[in-house]
């Protein structure tokens, strides 16, 4: 199976400021020139929602501030100008083969 | 609009069974892969199974192997998870998820199940 690690597995920012969070795989997630690596977003009380797929791919409705980025096993997910509504859990997960495996989450909170 | 609504949780004892449905609505259902996705108290979430649209690929965690059985009836609308001896560790809010290929996109708001004695 492949293993999933996810750093930091808590992080404060102040709003306006840049969130970063970093998500490595045991093995390499690149297939056909596509790395099978998704972000999920939850907040407490809700659903899991998809904000990137394709390692890169924005899904639609999600703001700007939201990236992806990385290659391989290497992978990051980086929020621009922290607003206060994006305090949640942040899991990256791999799509490259059963079964899948998610991180452990980083809980991002406001400092 | 997208609507993916989970029932069938509840209180159940170790060694029990359980069986939770989802029905979908406003969603491509039959084109999609339907996956059970679970977070245990004060855990991250887990990936449990997933089905391919015709249901003949199936996939489980080790941990369920044996023990939980996916199905769906694309006639319906509907995806189930039958589990059946059940543990403590099974606790959980279980969430129905769909989407192409193995991006989970549509997601339900989860039923609880709960396994004590």
């Known amino acids: 199976d492949i293993v999933m690690t996810q750093s930091p597995d808590s992080l404060a920012v102040s709003l306006g400021e840049r969130a970063t969070i970093n998500c490595k795989s045991s093995?390499?997630?690149?297939?056909?020139?596509?790395?099978?690596l998704t972000w999920y977003q939850q907040k407490p009380g809700q659903p899991p929602k998809l904000l990137i797929y394709?390692?890169?791919t924005r899904e639609s409705g999600v703001p700007e501030r939201f990236s992806g980025s990385g290659s391989g096993r290497d992978f990051t997910l980086t929020i621009t100008s922290l607003q206060a509504e994006d305090v949640a859990v942040y899991y990256c997960?791999?799509?490259?083969?059963?079964?899948?495996?998610f991180g452990g989450g980083t809980k991002l909170e406001i400092k | 609009e997208v609507q993916l609504v989970e029932s069938g949780g509840g209180l159940v004892q170790p060694g029990g069974s359980l069986r939770l449905s989802c029905a979908a609505s406003?969603?491509?259902?039959?084109?999609?892969?339907m996956t059970w996705v679970r977070r245990a108290p004060g855990k991250g979430l887990e990936w449990v199974a997933n089905?391919?649209?015709?249901?003949?690929?199936?996939n489980y965690v080790d941990s369920v192997k044996g023990r939980f059985t996916i199905s769906r009836d694309n006639t319906k609308n509907s995806l189930s998870l039958q589990m059946n001896s059940l543990r403590v560790e099974d606790t959980a809010v279980y969430y129905c998820?769909?989407?192409?290929?193995?991006?989970?996109?549509?997601w339900g708001q989860g039923t609880l199940v709960t396994v004590s004695s």
């Open positions: 998820a769909g989407g192409l290929g193995f991006t989970m996109s549509a």
């Open positions: 406003g969603f491509s259902f039959s084109n999609n892969w």
């Open positions: 089905i391919k649209q015709d249901g003949r690929e199936k």
């Open positions: 093995q390499s997630l690149l297939s056909s020139n596509r790395n099978f």
């Open positions: 394709g390692a890169s």
């Open positions: 997960l791999q799509t490259y083969s059963a079964p899948l495996t």
